[in-house]
């Protein structure tokens, strides 16, 4: 009987180890690696290049209209989810499954699908078109239709990681801080955000990621003009395709240590969150 118990103990370890060592080899493969490859790929002409290629003018600009972006549509989905979270968990009414629905539009919708879109909506031939040129409106080609793709695509996060939070939580102690006399900003300031805080803060860094790399939605919207409507993920496609390996390596060096910076704070959120 121990023989047979030993045995299967074993087995099991063995099981766990396997798993455990696939992990790490899929861990290596496909994240270790490619950031080696990026980080090689970038100094393999000396850190003098790779300055040069990081502090050119048009990669400074794409900078900013990247922070831009994410400095609008961030606090733009913020505010949005936490009103969306509030209704969805402390109020019934018609329509509310609907509104859940259309919040998780943009994970089922290609971003290049919503970019065209935004076109067919605000483009010079599109259903406002008219009207934007007569009033001397640029949206498409522009920095408005960067920060409308944007917002688009990151809409879902900073909702989703609260609504299922306020749901568990209840309505209880915003009903305790209404029999006392609080005001709905008193209680809002008092009572719900202390404790959905620290959720809110891992959907926000969930929507900064998402801000910070988003590709395709801003490629249609864009226009690809160099150092005006370029965000850093499309000013890396240009030097990539202008055979500028170097350069193109050392500005994805850029937004990947953004990536890591985000991942440490989605990390340290996430932390906070489950205690």
Same mark, same amino acid.
Request: charged letters at 10%.
């Given at each position: ?26 861990f290596? *493969?496909? /994240?270790?690696? #490619? /950031?080696?490859?990026?980080? &090689?790929? @970038?100094?393999q002409?000396? !850190?003098? &290049? ?10 400074i @600009?794409?900078?900013? /209209? ?6 609008? +549509?961030?606090?733009?989905? =913020?505010m ?14 018609? $329509?509310?499954?609907l509104?859940v ?8 919708? &290609? #971003? ?5 879109? !935004?076109i067919?909506?605000f483009?010079?031939q599109?259903?406002?078109? %008219?009207?934007?040129?007569?009033? %001397?409106?640029?949206i ?12 688009? =695509?990151?809409? #879902?996060f900073?909702?989703?990681? *609260? ?11 915003e ?8 005001? $709905? ?20 860094v ?9 590709? $395709?939605?801003v490629?249609? =919207? &864009? ?15 240009i030097? !990539?395709?202008e !055979? ?5 390596? +050392? ?9 890591? *910076? ?7 959120a996430? =932390?906070?969150?489950?205690?």
């Amino acid at each position: 009987m121990s023989t047979l118990v030993l045995s299967t103990t074993r087995q099991r370890n063995l099981g766990a180890l396997t798993l455990i060592g696939c992990a790490w080899l899929v861990f290596v *493969l496909f /994240l270790v690696l #490619p /950031l080696y490859v990026v980080l &090689s790929e @970038a100094i393999q002409q000396g !850190y003098a &290049s790779f300055f040069t290629a990081v502090l050119e003018a048009d990669a400074i @600009a794409a900078l900013k /209209l990247t922070l831009i972006a994410v400095g609008i +549509s961030v606090p733009l989905n =913020v505010m949005f989810g936490v009103a969306a979270a509030w209704c969805v968990s402390k109020y019934e009414f018609r $329509g509310k499954s609907l509104l859940v629905t259309l919040i998780d539009l943009p994970f089922s919708v &290609s #971003p290049i699908i919503a970019g065209l879109v !935004y076109i067919l909506l605000f483009g010079a031939q599109g259903f406002f078109g %008219d009207w934007l040129a007569e009033h %001397d409106i640029q949206i498409i080609f522009a920095i408005p239709g960067i920060v409308l793709a944007t917002l688009f =695509v990151t809409v #879902p996060f900073v909702a989703r990681e *609260l609504i299922p939070l306020m749901q568990q939580q209840g309505t209880q102690e915003e009903e305790a801080a209404r029999l006392l006399g609080a005001s $709905g900003w008193q209680m809002f300031w008092h009572v719900t955000l202390p404790n959905i805080r620290w959720g809110l803060t891992y959907g926000v860094v969930l929507c900064t990621a998402r801000a910070l790399g988003e590709f $395709g939605a801003v490629s249609v =919207v &864009s226009g690809h003009i160099r150092g005006f409507t370029n965000t850093l993920p499309l000013h890396v496609e240009i030097l !990539y395709n202008e !055979y500028n390996h170097v350069a193109a390596f +050392s500005v994805a060096t850029v937004l990947l240590v953004m990536a890591l *910076l985000m991942l440490i704070l989605k990390q340290w959120a996430q =932390v906070r969150l489950e205690k």
